[in-house]
Each structure stands twice: as C-alpha cells, then as structure tokens.
C-alpha cells in the first residue's frame, strides 16, 4: 500500500528554519517525481516544489532561495529545507508522489507555524 | 505563469441535482507529448485534498463515477451529475504542464 507521512512540522519564530519529512512506503521516491504543496490558513492550495526522477529540481517562485527540495533514496524520505521563514509560510504542508499521473498520492499533511 | 481561473468561485446545488465546475488556463495545457496535465482535487471540510479526476477525464480509484471531467486546450469542466451530501466542499482545478498551478477553488454547497 503506498503511503506518504509527513513529518516535521510546529511553532517556529520568524526567520527561523525547519526540515520537512515524508516518509514513502509502497514505492520508492527515486523513480517518482515527489512534490511539496501548502495551504495556508483558510485559503487555497500552492504548489511548492518538486524534485524528479532525474534530481531536477524546480521552485514556486515564492520560496526559491529560502527552500531546498532533497531526497534520501535509501530512507525512501523526500524533505523540504524551509529557511528565512516568514508569517507568509504558515501553513500545511503536503507531500505528494506524480501528482499529474495515474500513479498519484497525496499525504495528510504537516502544519508549520511560523510566529513570534 | 499560467493563470488557473474556476467559475463559480460558490456553487449551492440541491441534493440530487447536477453540479459544473468550470476551470480555464492562459495557456494550453497540451503538453509536447501529447498529454493534457489537468487534475481536479475535491477537499472536504477538515480534510485533507484527495484527488478525483487526473489528465482531463481519468477517474482516481473509489472515486464515485457521478464525478467526470472533460475538456481540453484551455477549457475543462468537472461535471457531478447528482450532488450528494458528501460532495460539501471545495474543488480545486489544477495544471501541470507549465510547471504547477492551482485554481482559486469553488466551494461547493447544499441548498
């Protein structure tokens, strides 16, 4: 059964740092291409980030130079460096594997909060 | 960046009665493949989003077959054909040709 768990997320302070988990299960990460999407409080959906098979790389324009998209092919974890974080961030923060495929799935998220 | 506009942005339908969303792109979304990248996402009130409906018109597994999506170029449409309970919530288009994009979301009511 495929799985994506979230992990990492909480209370951080304004220009702080966290790292974002999410643990796969079912299939492995590198032959997938694994995407970062959030939702802010009360609001819609924005993609992120995504890492593909080939360790391309690719930002929201939002995030470029404050995020880092990476992966562990032997923990079978794809993270999320979230740097300089701001008030803007806040939000849940969702793993997803092909999200344009027949092979598609999402994770249940993890709430970063980014406040003083 | 491609620009994801949904209409309605609220849609109250009485229970039983058919519901339309639709969702149109600045671009095509008619990728050098040949594919169409046109997802719809259906997220319940506190939960997380589930897909229901990937490239245009392909129905993700257990999802009801009242939900279809049609379309193409620049113009696609999620179509429920009776609106049930279950269906309150908020549906998102989404692109994935031109990178990624998501729709406002239109917020799907009982009335």
């Known amino acids: 059964e495929v799985q994506l768990v979230e992990t990492g997320g909480g209370l951080i302070q304004p220009g702080g740092s966290l790292r974002l988990s999410c643990a796969a299960s079912g299939f492995t990460v590198s032959s997938s291409y694994m995407s970062w999407v959030r939702q802010a409080p009360g609001k819609g959906l924005e993609w992120v980030s995504v890492?593909?098979?080939?360790?391309?790389?690719h930002y929201a324009d939002s995030v470029k130079g404050r995020f880092t998209i990476s992966r562990d092919n032997y923990k079978n974890t794809v993270y999320l460096q979230v740097n300089s974080l701001r008030a803007e961030d806040t939000a849940v923060y969702y793993c997803?594997?092909?999200?344009?495929?027949?092979?598609?799935?999402w994770g249940q998220g993890t709430l970063v909060t980014v406040s003083s | 960046d491609v620009v994801m506009t949904q209409s309605p942005l609220s849609l109250p339908v009485t229970l039983g009665q058919p519901a339309s969303i639709s969702c149109r792109s600045s671009q095509s979304l008619v990728y050098s493949n040949g594919n169409t990248y046109l997802n719809w996402f259906q997220q319940r009130p506190g939960q997380s989003p589930r897909r229901l409906i990937y490239q245009v018109s392909n129905r993700d597994s257990g999802v009801p077959d009242r939900f279809s999506g049609s379309g193409s170029g620049t113009d696609f449409t999620l179509k429920i054909s009776r609106v049930e309970a279950e269906d309150v919530g908020v549906y998102y288009c989404?692109?994935?040709?031109?990178?990624?994009?998501f729709g406002q979301g239109t917020k799907l009511e009982i009335k």
């Open positions: 989404m692109q994935g040709t031109h990178w990624y994009t």
């Open positions: 997803a594997r092909d999200v344009m495929e027949a092979t598609g799935h």
């Open positions: 890492i593909f098979s080939s360790g391309i790389t």
